[in-house]
Structure formats: C-alpha cells, structure tokens
C-alpha cells in the first residue's frame, strides 16, 4: 500500500474530499482543518447549518474517520476560507 497526502479547499458546495479506490479494505483517513474556519465533512447531502450538518471539524483540528473501498467524503463550509484541507490515508 503507498501514502496518499492531499490538499483541497472547501467551499460552500459540497464537494468531494476522498475517494476511496476499489480494492482498499477498510482504512483510516485523517483529516485535517487548516482553512481559517470550521469545516464539515460527511456524506453527499451535507450542509454547513440546520438537520444536514455534517461532523464539524474547527480550524487546527483533525478527525480520523474509517472508509471503506468506493466510499467518498463530502467536504464543505459555511463561508469560503482562504486555507486548505489536508488527508491523508493509505491507498492500494
């Protein structure tokens, strides 16, 4: 298995932040919040307020959360941050 080390932005869309690869049995992803603002990560139909929230992560924060393979993380924010969300995991 090789280490895979991202960097994306968030936005106020829900955008995907990982997508596991087939294959990969269930594994660990780190999540980190460098972006300024809070983050919320979770899955396709996440909100940044109201019944959809998805699992916060504050600014200098990080979440492990377990995938599995083809599972794929949703990322998004209340207002656009000027940094950027790091992940890393280990990939096939």
Request: charge should be negative.
């Amino acid at each position: 298995m090789a280490l895979v080390h991202t960097n994306t932005t968030a936005t106020t869309s829900a955008k995907v932040l990982v997508q596991m690869p087939g294959g990969v049995s269930y594994t660990a992803v780190q999540v980190f919040n460098n972006t300024g603002a809070t983050i919320y990560v979770g899955d396709a139909s996440i909100t940044a307020t109201g019944a959809t929230v998805g699992n916060g992560i504050t600014n200098g924060s990080s979440l492990q959360i377990w995938l599995n393979a083809n599972d794929a993380l949703h990322v998004i924010c209340a207002s656009s941050p000027a940094g950027y969300v790091s992940v890393l995991y280990s990939g096939v």
